[in-house]
């Protein structure tokens, strides 16, 4: 069982930068792979990005695509999600989601479904 913590959500300014964290405890991070989705107020969640187990591959909707990176820290246990240029419609909650990678993800790494394990979610708010 793996627990995770999202932080570093707030309030920007369109064309700003925030840093979001997830935190893993139980047990050590490093055969997980995890994704970032967000879910704006009335609609679905949706995916953002994802990185495999070792952090050599990663993936990313195409709207986050050149703004967005993601990152993994097998050391500190912690994923990071960099922000920047941000957007309006960049508002929403953040949630990381981790699953233990046993296999390749290249085909799943979209999908909520894939991932066992949620946080609680980060406020990201952007204002025009």
């Known amino acids: 069982q793996v627990q995770l913590t999202e932080s570093g959500g707030g309030l920007v300014q369109a064309g700003g930068s925030l840093r979001l964290s997830c935190a893993a405890s139980?047990?050590?991070?490093?055969?997980?792979?995890v994704g970032w989705f967000r879910q704006a107020p009335g609609k679905e969640r949706d995916f953002v990005a994802a990185?495999?187990?070792?952090?050599?591959?990663?993936y990313y909707a195409g709207s986050v695509k050149g703004r967005f990176t993601i990152s993994k820290d097998n050391a500190k246990n912690t994923v990071y999600l960099q922000m920047i240029l941000l957007k309006p419609e960049d508002t929403a909650v953040y949630y990381c989601?981790?699953?233990?990678?046993?296999?390749?993800?290249?085909?799943?790494?979209?999908?909520?479904?894939?991932?066992?394990?949620w946080g609680q979610g980060t406020q990201v708010t952007v204002s025009s």
């Open positions: 139980g047990r050590s991070f490093s055969r997980y792979a």
């Open positions: 990185i495999n187990w070792n952090g050599l591959s990663t």
């Open positions: 989601a981790a699953l233990l990678q046993r296999s390749s993800f290249s085909d799943t790494y979209a999908r909520a479904g894939t991932y066992d394990y």
